[in-house]
């Protein structure tokens, strides 16, 4: 008997797992797999159970991908002759139906372990598209703030500058307003 299982979905993607017999004994338990593939003869007939546990992280569900395998036993043959003719035959064909149990447990390995990838790149995909719209929002919440900065900066120095010329225009007489506003013009060419 086989056992072959992998957690496709689902928090740390890890599971408890435990195998009983027809006896209640347990045949083998571990904790906290992510996958697994078990082999084991079975010593009794009956029912053997496979359970899978998510008791350590019941807010998060998983998704759980198995397969069994039941082997048959052998059947003895009561011809002598025709049965080392029979018994190469049947190993031949045991062992290609092994094989191709195999193949066919490894297609579906690589499509759970296909889904798994492909979750994980569509997560860091939506990750990248969000990071970038907030890049986008900062950029441009950066651009006005230098935008609204430089306006006033500029503002305050031409408000001082006004303010200047008023001053040496008021303070000249009749006969010095000439020269306050060279003095003015003067003014203006050195802070350009």
């Known amino acids: 008997m086989g056992l072959m299982f992998e957690i496709s979905e689902g928090g740390f993607l890890d599971i408890d797992v435990k195998i009983i017999g027809p006896d209640g004994k347990v045949i083998y338990q571990g904790e906290r797999e992510t996958s697994g593939k078990y082999t084991f003869a079975a010593h ?9 546990s998510n008791k350590m992280s019941t807010m998060t569900p998983k998704v759980v991908m198995f397969n069994m395998d039941v ?40 499509s759970v372990r296909d889904r798994i990838h492909r979750n994980i790149n569509e997560s860091t995909n939506s990750r990248v598209v969000m ?29 001082k500058r006004v303010l200047g010329m008023a001053a040496i225009h008021d303070s000249c007489t009749s006969r010095d307003e000439f020269s306050g506003t060279l003095l003015a013009t003067k003014f203006d060419s050195t802070l350009r």
């Open 44 to 52: 009794m007939a009956g029912v053997y159970t496979y359970c899978f």
């Open 71 to 110: 082997g048959e036993s052998p059947k003895e043959i009561d011809d002598t002759q025709g049965k080392d003719d029979h018994n190469k035959l049947q190993d031949m064909i045991k062992e290609l139906a092994t094989s191709l149990t195999g193949v066919k447990h490894e297609q579906e390995y690589m």
């Open 131 to 159: 990071w970038s719209f907030f890049e986008a929002l900062v950029l441009v919440a950066m651009t006005m703030g230098q935008v609204y900065y430089l306006k006033r900066f500029f503002e305050s120095i031409l408000s």
